[in-house]
């Protein structure tokens, strides 16, 4: 099997938003991060990255602002904002309660039906 | 929160573009470059570790353009981009662009001046302080619902009354009076006399109407004080027609009625509350609580609802209070009654406006119309809705292209509305243009034909323009086009396959099968509606034909009717009784004497009622022998009468001059009358007994007339009615108080020349009504359909135009997309006469099938229009043949050009042609 999953539609900006929920990240480190914490189980198509930054951005989630990065480049930093809290949490939640009933369905046994 | 967000980035990102730019460069910039940093820290050497990194990244452009879509920044730079694109087409098809803005200009701008006059007449007609909430007081008597004269009269109170009403009502913020009748007055200002029409008004009315005067002052509550010096005010009309504007009659005394008075200001045009055509106002002085005044006139009544009161709310309460005062007062009411409060635009334009004879229900003819102009603006719509089809068609291959490169739908579709909106506005602000020429004609004409100088008030107040309301109306239907034109030629964008237009050979012809049969369907729509709105048209010009051409049993052409009103110094007794006195007999002897020797009269006739409106039903008549009795009307009149209005004589003879000096008891009836009585029998020789006949003078007695001839048939209660049973008296039994003058001139240019000989008998007589005969039958019976005619016709008109249009662009594109296998038939030896009928036999099954379709619609929809037409059946076969046979022939002349391109195809050139 496959060693890296395909992304469920819409969950990056899911996981975008959790990622930048434990630090400001600029965008390459925001595709790190995810890598890093799915333990490179999860493939970003990277042109795709930037497209839902600055959705995110537009819809008022994650705000941005210049600085520097470790190797004293110019970068763009982003961070959650409170809105964009909010919305993780409930995205969060609608997530576990969805995974929670699939689960709960694949895993009904023929006695229990 | 989030919206605001929104539109605050999208702002940034529109304002600042290169600024986003550069940061989205440097972003993704930064993004490779540290990718590749880390795969040369893996090991990677440097140049392939760059190359490696942008490979992995993927489009960057892509990226920057969906990145760009997130921000929505494309917003602005698709549009004009679009717009820059439909410049260019409309440039590069200026046959197309004109068709198309023209059409819709003509949708638009009717819609606009229709609209123009429903919004002005129903909802702006007065230009009082919150007029919305302004009413006016009605009866409804309960015996009468249902019978000719059972609507709703407008209640007139006492002043006394009125004051009760004041007092006890809940639900009025301001109720005013307003006495009009017997309103004739004589003024003079020391150098001439004139005649005004008088209102004498609550002196807290002006205030109350709240427009302030031109000149001066209005009305105000202490002129009604008693002791306070006596004034009146003037209306805007008679200060420019007879006092010509000059601003110093303002101050000057003039003798009113009798009574000295000052002219305190002078109103606005846009002003004539209180009375149709009253001239001046006087204030009434009294104090409150002031109790009746014998013989005085009853005031009407116009009031202000507090606001949130509903007119039911209103309608009950006055009931109440009005209960009361008739059980004080029983002869002032009908028996059963009920109060109901009308909005001041239904008693002024609704069912009940205009009386029974003279009913015109001119809110539901606005609807009407407003429906009518809906019609013409869909059939616009659908024209130009082909055009663009036809137009979309033809770049099938440009937008399969643009497809193909990757162009999404929406993206198209947007365009091609951005398109259309580019038309409707051009042709939204060409249409405002026809509308404002449009409401101009008809604000000139309304005058003309409603008259504001006699009863109809309609448009006294109305400024039809084009005021804001009604251009955000015009704006609304330009945008409802852009969706209905737009629509059709952006979902044929949305067909999925777009392989036969690359690969095919170009043209559409072939594929567009589909779409040929929706173009057809639009047209055979097209004509369904222009078939309604031209049997609506045609119906109500025959009904406007047949009522112009009623014969009326006499002839109102060059007639001047001249009506005498009792002046105050002769202590108002009544003229038919004063001119039946020997003194007032001597009086009108030498008016009618001088009047006959005015240059342009061939005639003077007297007698005692306007021609055509009277007599009402007056006393019970039956003859000896006969075993019922009827109603019927008396007319009295002189020798003189039967030439002035050319009865027709049908047995016996008329009124002898003998007869009228002689005050014999004798008769003509009309044949109606005879008929009732004797028959087929000549009544001629025979008596007429008519009960309680009031003479001039003395009590009513039985009376019995001997019948020297018969006439024909008079209409009496208007042209519509039927004729009722009529007795021509001599004057002199009865009285008189009116004169006809025969004349050789245009009558109306007699009306100075007359009053003026009037006065040099006698300078204190009133001339209440001096007015060409044909003008009553104009303002009380042909007004309201000429109106709707004016306005319906051109509708018509401009919707044949369009139709017209439709039908030949439709054919000359089906003829345009056919060359080629035209071409082909003509090889294998098609006569040029076979392709004459083929493509003549394609437009006739159109316009066959929209006929068929139209007459259906029309069959069902006409019945809206049975209260704008008389004496026409609403499915009046010379209309619908008409409209039918007018269809066929504009529809296939439309064909004829077309056909006749098609039949000179030359088979060479139509076969290379690809």
Same mark, same amino acid.
């Given at each position: 099997m496959d060693k890296q999953l395909d992304l469920l539609q819409g969950t990056l900006d899911m996981l975008i938003l959790k990622a930048v929920s434990l630090g400001p990240l600029h965008g390459y480190g925001v595709l790190l991060r995810i890598q890093q914490i799915s333990r490179d189980r999860l493939e970003i198509q990277q042109g795709s990255l930037y497209p839902a930054l600055y959705r995110l951005e537009h819809q008022g989630w994650i705000a941005s602002e210049w600085g520097e990065s470790e190797n004293n480049r110019k970068a763009k930093y982003y961070r959650l904002t409170a809105a964009g809290k909010k919305r993780l949490q409930t995205e969060t939640d609608k997530w576990n309660r969805m995974a929670e009933m699939i689960a709960g369905i694949l895993g009904t046994k023929r006695e229990e039906v | 929160m989030t919206g605001w967000s929104q539109i605050r980035s999208w702002i940034r990102a529109t304002l600042r573009r290169s600024d986003m730019e550069t940061e989205m460069d440097a972003e993704l910039r930064f993004h490779i470059e540290d990718y590749a940093d880390d795969l040369v820290q893996n090991g990677v050497a440097r140049e392939d570790a760059m190359r490696r990194a942008r490979l992995e990244f993927g489009g960057v452009e892509r990226a920057k353009e969906e990145c760009r879509e997130a921000r929505r920044v494309n917003l602005v730079d698709n549009l004009t981009q679009d717009l820059r694109y439909a410049a260019r087409m409309m440039h590069t098809n200026p046959g197309f662009t004109a068709v198309a803005v023209l059409t819709l200009a003509l949708g638009i701008g009717s819609c606009t001046v229709v609209f123009s006059v429903f919004y002005n007449l129903l909802f702006n007609a007065f230009s009082a302080r919150d007029a919305s909430r302004l009413v006016v007081p009605a009866l409804q008597d309960a015996d009468n619902v249902g019978k000719a004269d059972g609507n709703l009269e407008p209640l007139t109170l006492h002043l006394a009354d009125l004051d009760v009403v004041r007092e006890q009502n809940q639900v009025f913020e301001g109720v005013v009076g307003y006495i009009t009748a017997g309103g004739i007055v004589l003024a003079n200002d020391g150098a001439q006399q004139y005649q005004f029409y008088a209102a004498r008004v609550t002196s807290d009315a002006f205030e109350f109407y709240a427009v302030p005067a031109l000149l001066g002052r209005g009305v105000v509550t202490d002129d009604g004080k008693p002791g306070a010096s006596p004034v009146f005010v003037m209306n805007s009309k008679t200060w420019k027609d007879t006092f010509k504007s000059d601003p110093g009659i303002v101050g000057k005394s003039f003798t009113v009625d009798g009574e000295p008075r000052t002219l305190v200001g002078i109103m606005p045009s846009k002003f004539q509350a209180f009375g149709p055509q009253e001239q001046i106002w006087i204030p009434v002085t009294r104090?409150?609580?002031?109790?009746?005044?014998?013989?005085?006139?009853?005031?009407?009544?116009?009031?202000?609802?507090?606001?949130?009161?509903?007119?039911?709310?209103?309608?009950?309460?006055?009931?109440?209070?009005?209960?009361?005062?008739?059980?004080?007062?029983?002869?002032?009411?009908?028996?059963?009654?009920?109060?109901?409060?009308?909005?001041?635009?239904?008693?002024?334009?609704?069912?009940?406006?205009?009386?029974?004879?003279?009913?015109?229900?001119?809110?539901?003819?606005?609807?009407?119309?407003?429906? %009518? !102009?809906?019609?013409? @603006?869909?059939?616009?719509?659908?024209?130009?809705?082909?055009? #663009? +089809?036809?137009?979309? *068609? =033809?770049?099938?291959?440009?937008? %399969? !292209?643009?497809?193909? @490169?990757?162009?999404?739908?929406?993206?198209?579709?947007?365009? #091609? +509305?951005?398109?259309? *909106? =580019?038309?409707?506005?051009?042709a939204c602000l060409l249409g405002y243009a026809f509308a404002w020429i449009g409401t101009k004609i008809i604000a000139a004409m309304l005058p003309q034909i409603m008259g504001a100088s006699l009863g109809s008030r309609i448009g006294a107040e109305t400024s039809l323009g084009l005021n804001l309301p009604v251009l955000l109306f015009g704006a609304g239907v330009a945008a409802l086009t852009v969706l209905i034109c737009g629509l059709a030629p952006a979902l044929h964008v949305l067909r999925p396959d777009l392989q036969p237009h690359l690969t095919g050979p170009g043209n559409a012809g072939d594929g567009s099968f589909r779409h040929g049969k929706f173009r057809a369907g639009v047209v055979i729509a097209e004509i369904a509606l222009s078939i309604v709105l031209l049997t609506g048209a045609g119906l109500?010009?025959?009904?406007?034909?047949?009522?112009?051409?009623?014969?009326?049993?006499?002839?109102?052409?060059?007639?001047?009717?001249?009506?005498?009103?009792?002046?105050?110094?002769?202590?108002?007794?009544?003229?038919?009784?004063?001119?039946?006195?020997?003194?007032?007999?001597?009086?009108?002897?030498?008016?009618?004497?001088?009047?006959?020797?005015?240059?342009?009269?061939?005639?003077?006739?007297?007698?005692?009622?306007?021609?055509?409106?009277?007599?009402?039903?007056?006393?019970?008549?039956?003859?000896?022998g006969a075993t019922h009795s009827e109603e019927a009307g008396l007319l009295a009149c002189d020798e003189n009468f039967l030439r002035t209005l050319e009865l027709r004589l049908t047995r016996g003879r008329w009124l002898s001059p003998e007869d009228v000096q002689t005050s014999q008891y004798v008769a003509v009836i009309n044949k109606r009358l005879a008929s009732d009585f004797f028959g087929d029998a000549n009544p001629v020789g025979g008596q007429l007994k008519v009960k309680s006949f009031k003479g001039p003078t003395g009590p009513p007695q039985d009376t019995s007339f001997q019948i020297v001839g018969v006439v024909e048939d008079v209409k009496s209660v208007g042209p519509q009615q039927p004729a009722m049973p009529i007795a021509f008296l001599p004057y002199t039994v009865r009285g008189g108080f009116a004169l006809l003058l025969k004349t050789t001139v245009k009558p109306d240019s007699l009306t100075h020349a007359v009053q003026e000989q009037v006065w040099a008998v006698d300078r204190d007589e009133i001339i209440g009504l001096s007015s060409p005969l044909k003008d009553f039958l104009q303002k009380n019976t042909y007004a309201t359909p000429e109106f709707s005619l004016m306005i319906s016709a051109p509708l018509a008109g401009i919707s044949l135009a369009l139709v017209v249009v439709g039908i030949f662009s439709v054919m000359a594109y089906s003829?345009?997309?056919?060359?080629?296998?035209?071409?082909?038939?003509?090889?294998?030896?098609?006569?040029?006469?076979?392709?004459?009928?083929?493509?003549?036999?394609?437009?006739?099954?159109?316009?066959?099938?929209?006929?068929?379709?139209?007459?259906?619609?029309?069959?069902?929809?006409?019945?809206?229009?049975?209260?704008?037409?008389?004496?026409?059946?609403?499915?009046?076969?010379?209309?619908?043949?008409?409209?039918?046979?007018?269809?066929?022939?504009?529809?296939?002349?439309?064909?004829?050009?077309?056909?006749?391109?098609?039949?000179?195809?030359?088979?060479?050139?139509?076969?290379?042609?690809?």
């Open positions: - | 104090t409150s609580g002031t109790p009746r005044v014998a013989g005085e006139f009853p005031a009407e009544i116009l009031a202000r609802l507090k606001s949130g009161v509903s007119l039911n709310a209103a309608s009950a309460d006055l009931d109440l209070i009005l209960r009361r005062l008739a059980a004080l007062h029983p002869d002032d009411f009908p028996k059963h009654f009920t109060a109901r409060v009308e909005s001041a635009t239904d008693a002024l334009v609704g069912p009940s406006g205009g009386g029974p004879i003279f009913q015109s229900d001119i809110k539901h003819l606005l609807y009407d119309l407003l429906a %009518a !102009v809906m019609l013409l @603006l869909l059939i616009a719509c659908s024209n130009v809705a082909n055009l #663009l +089809l036809a137009h979309a *068609s =033809v770049r099938e291959k440009e937008i %399969a !292209v643009r497809c193909a @490169l990757g162009a999404t739908r929406r993206r198209l579709i947007e365009q #091609l +509305l951005v398109e259309s *909106s =580019v038309l409707a506005v051009t109500m010009m025959r009904s406007f034909f047949v009522l112009t051409h009623v014969d009326l049993g006499f002839n109102p052409e060059n007639v001047l009717l001249v009506v005498f009103l009792p002046p105050p110094s002769h202590g108002r007794t009544p003229a038919v009784q004063r001119f039946a006195s020997p003194q007032g007999q001597l009086v009108l002897r030498e008016v009618v004497e001088r009047l006959e020797a005015l240059p342009g009269v061939s005639e003077v006739a007297i007698e005692d009622t306007i021609p055509g409106y009277g007599p009402t039903r007056g006393p019970e008549i039956t003859v000896p003829v345009s997309l056919q060359t080629h296998e035209i071409g082909i038939r003509m090889a294998l030896g098609a006569q040029r006469k076979s392709i004459l009928e083929m493509i003549l036999a394609k437009g006739a099954r159109l316009i066959v099938a929209g006929i068929v379709i139209g007459l259906f619609v029309s069959y069902a929809l006409m019945r809206f229009l049975a209260s704008q037409i008389w004496g026409v059946s609403l499915t009046d076969p010379w209309t619908f043949g008409g409209v039918v046979a007018l269809i066929m022939l504009a529809g296939l002349g439309a064909c004829l050009l077309p056909a006749r391109r098609a039949a000179s195809v030359d088979p060479m050139v139509a076969l290379r042609y690809e």
